[in-house]
């Protein structure tokens, strides 16, 4: 009954009151009303075994019993019934999970366990010598902790909720940015699953995800804090802007002063450091 109950107030939420940061697909009302029927049938089952045994301790299932006092006649035609099509509709919930958003429930436990130690907000320093490609173009280039990342995301959009760029307006959700990315993966991953290379497919920026979104993320963390599977939304980000500026020098015209800024100064504040 409590799960029924919790099914009931997850449909409630989700397409009555409707909060911003949970967007609807099929998937979810698929199985929302998947669990609901298992459930149901369940008491079906509970109800028309309890009318056909009549068992002393009925009184203990409360629902069961109740469900049994409609099905007098017939009960173990109508047990058999119940059983085949809960049993049928449970396995096949089972296997369904891996095709839909139910996957994350192994996929994030696994993000969860192989959560970066480093400290929150430290980025991977690149190996300017001997590194070939600098930043992520293509969505192989990722490590395969950031693509298991997308695929441990449960949209739950709490770091959407707490985002200060997307609270002021601007064109990013960090939720959006990782469905965006994991929709990307999905579609190439048949190719990459083949062998092939995306090598003259275009960059992630421009296509499933916008420059514009890249560059207002202030990189704050404030995301990462909130996610409750471990996603690391910075790393992306910074990965895509190094792309951007190091491989296309493709990046907002209001960073060329910084750059210079950086290429006089800082290095040679670094030097007189060094050779103090
Ligand atoms: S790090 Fe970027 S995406 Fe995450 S909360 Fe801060 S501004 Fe938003
Ligand atoms: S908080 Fe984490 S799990 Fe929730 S939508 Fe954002 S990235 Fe996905």
Redesign the pocket.
């Given at each position: 009954m409590l799960a029924i109950a919790g099914v009931l107030v997850a449909i409630f939420r989700r397409y009555i009151q409707r909060p911003a940061r949970l967007n609807n697909t099929a998937d979810n009302a698929i199985l929302l009303l998947w669990l609901l029927f298992i459930l149901v049938t369940g008491f079906l089952v509970e109800g028309t075994r309890i009318a056909a045994t009549e068992p002393a301790w009925k009184t203990w299932s409360p629902v069961g019993a109740f469900v049994g006092t409609a099905f007098t006649a017939d009960a173990r035609l109508w047990h058999s019934m119940f059983w085949w099509i809960h049993m049928l509709a449970s396995f096949g919930f089972i296997a369904y999970m891996p095709f839909s958003r139910l996957k994350h429930i192994f996929t994030?436990a696994m993000n969860i366990y192989l959560r970066s130690q480093k400290p929150r907000g430290e980025i991977r320093t690149i190996d300017i010598e001997n590194a070939e490609i600098f930043g992520v173009g293509k969505i192989n280039d990722f490590s395969w902790k950031n693509l298991l990342d997308l695929d441990?995301?449960?949209?739950?959009?709490?770091?959407?909720d707490i985002c200060p760029a997307y609270l002021s307006d601007k064109p990013l959700s960090?939720?959006k940015l990782?469905l965006d990315l994991l929709d990307n993966l999905n579609e190439k991953a048949p190719v990459l699953l083949k062998g092939g290379s995306l090598e003259n497919e275009n960059p992630i920026v421009g296509t499933a995800v916008e420059a514009d979104e890249v560059w207002s993320c202030t990189t704050c963390g404030a995301?990462v804090e909130?996610?409750?599977?471990f996603?690391e939304?910075i790393d992306k980000v910074v990965e895509l802007r190094r792309d951007r500026v190091l491989m296309e020098g493709d990046f907002p015209a209001e960073l060329n002063q910084t750059f210079k800024g950086m290429e006089n100064n800082f290095n040679r504040q670094r030097v007189s450091t060094l050779f103090k």
């Open positions: 994030s441990a995301c449960t949209s739950c959009g709490r770091c959407q960090p939720k990782i995301c909130a996610c409750p599977v996603v939304h």
